[in-house]
Each structure stands twice: as structure tokens, then as C-alpha cells.
């Protein structure tokens, strides 16, 4: 069995609960969903938080030696289906026509009222 790497990105807020920020699995990075919590753009329109996310999925694949067109499938979290618009027009800005798999989750809530959209991802390093 292949050895796991749990890893918190120091450029990212630090987790509230009992998780990590990403785990790899031999050549598979697992990245746990993440908000604009203890961002800037927390409490902000939903694109602001989807950019905030994206920059830090960003920083993520930077650290891993690669970048979002290494995307294999993301999964969206969002609070609000009308904003479904918004975030496809962020998404495609952001994903520069590298397109992964992907699922849209309309959900209640997140863990705080200042939070619309959540985005978990897996990427291949």
C-alpha cells in the first residue's frame, strides 16, 4: 500500500476540525473542501468567495508542483441554486478550458451564515 501524505498549506486558513487540507495518495492529491472562511471575500457575493477558493486551490496545485489544468473532478457546494450562473462563469474563467469532472451540491447551509459556496477537489500530480 502506498504511503499517505497529510498535508495543511501554510498559505491557507488553518482547518477548524479534525481534517487536513489535502492528502496524497501515490500520484492523487485529495483536497478537502474549502471556503473563504478567514478570507477576505468571507461574507462577500458568491463569485468573490468562489475566486478566493479557486486562489487557494491554486496555492495548493502551486505547492504540488502543478496547477488547475491538473484538475481531475471538483465538487461545488452551494447554498444558493440561483448562483449556479455566477459560479459557472468563475469556474470557466479559472479552469482555462482544462474542464474537469464535476458535481454541483445545493445544500442548506455551510458551517457559518457568511459562507455560499464550498469547493472540494481532486487533482492529479
Not at 34 to 41: D, M, P, Q, R
Not at 89 to 116: E, I, Q, T
Amino acid at each position: 500500500m502506498s504511503l499517505l501524505k497529510r498535508t495543511n498549506y501554510a498559505k491557507l486558513p488553518k482547518p477548524g476540525g479534525p481534517y487536513v487540507h489535502a492528502v496524497r495518495h501515490a500520484d492523487t492529491l485529495y483536497v478537502s473542501g474549502l471556503t473563504a472562511f478567514a478570507t477576505e471575500a468571507q461574507g462577500q457575493p458568491v463569485q468573490d468567495q468562489a475566486r478566493a477558493i479557486l486562489e487557494q486551490l491554486a496555492a495548493v496545485a502551486a505547492s504540488e508542483g502543478t496547477n488547475l489544468k491538473s484538475l481531475i473532478k471538483v465538487t461545488v457546494f452551494l447554498t444558493e441554486i440561483a448562483d449556479l450562473a455566477t459560479i459557472r462563469d468563475v469556474l470557466f474563467d479559472y479552469l482555462d478550458g482544462a474542464l474537469p469532472a464535476s458535481s454541483l451540491v445545493a445544500v442548506s447551509a455551510l458551517f457559518s451564515p457568511d459562507l455560499n459556496v464550498e469547493i472540494e477537489a481532486i487533482l492529479a500530480l
